[in-house]
């Protein structure tokens, strides 16, 4: 109920807190029209002078823009962020509110969705950071959209890593499997299959489709 949202923060006699600010991004993004357009960009105008520092704030103010498709924007508040996280790399990359890295239940925003895979790459190469769960996945898929030479090098990279981890979070290596059938390797992606020791449905429609969570 994003609409209704948005009446009761307009309503709201008192000033935005940390909580409301995130709550009110969430709401913009998932509305995407002119109404939340112009509410989250007032919004972004207010956190910028303050000079808001907190991440759970910016990282939503970034799922917003990229859900816009307002990537200069996007990358201008990134840039802000002086002390960068797994999980602001990760919000720009994939353009994912934090809530949703938790939970892994949006996988198409920022970059990726914006089919700037390059840039979720170059970005990721830049990272000086060891990659979350998250990242893996969200650098598989771009990997996988890709599907070239520089994917399949950095796709290629990113399993040996997690092999040599023992990763076995079940998303993680459904979207290693994902890639792997983009590039056309079945035989490693039936080898990732055989690694899940807990197998579900996710597991079997990634194998049978080649399709990611």
């Given amino acids: 109920m994003c609409e209704q949202a948005l009446d009761l923060f307009e309503q709201m006699?008192?000033?935005?807190?940390?909580?409301?600010?995130?709550?009110?991004?969430?709401?913009?993004?998932?509305?995407?029209?002119?109404?939340?357009?112009?509410?989250?960009?007032?919004?972004?105008?207010?956190?910028?002078?303050?000079?808001?520092?907190?991440?759970?704030?910016?990282?939503?103010?970034?799922?917003?823009?990229?859900?816009?498709g307002d990537v200069k924007s996007a990358e201008h508040l990134f840039e802000l962020i002086k002390k960068k996280d797994t999980v602001s790399y990760n919000a720009m990359m994939?353009?994912?509110?934090?809530?949703?890295?938790?939970?892994?239940?949006?996988?198409?925003?920022?970059?990726?969705e914006n089919d700037l895979y390059k840039k979720a790459l170059d970005l990721f190469e830049q990272m000086p950071l060891n990659p979350s769960n998250v990242t893996y996945i969200i650098i598989f898929?771009?990997?996988?959209?890709?599907?070239?030479?520089?994917?399949?090098?950095?796709?290629?990279?990113?399993?040996?890593?997690?092999?040599?981890?023992?990763?076995?979070?079940?998303?993680?290596?459904?979207?290693?499997?994902?890639?792997?059938m983009s590039f056309g390797d079945v035989t490693r992606a039936e080898h990732f299959f055989e690694s899940i020791k807990e197998k579900n449905t996710v597991s079997y429609g990634a194998m049978m489709k080649g399709n990611q969570l």
């Fill in 13 to 68: 006699p008192v000033n935005s807190d940390d909580a409301t600010y995130t709550i009110i991004f969430k709401a913009c993004a998932q509305l995407n029209n002119d109404r939340g357009k112009n509410v989250g960009k007032k919004l972004c105008e207010q956190i910028l002078n303050k000079s808001v520092t907190n991440q759970f704030i910016l990282c939503s103010a970034l799922h917003m823009l990229m859900r816009f």
């Fill in 94 to 112: 994939k353009g994912n509110h934090l809530l949703y890295i938790l939970y892994l239940t949006e996988f198409n925003l920022g970059y990726v």
């Fill in 141 to 180: 898929k771009a990997c996988a959209q890709l599907n070239n030479d520089r994917g399949k090098h950095v796709g290629e990279k990113l399993l040996g890593q997690i092999l040599n981890k023992s990763v076995t979070d079940q998303v993680v290596l459904c979207s290693a499997i994902y890639m792997l």
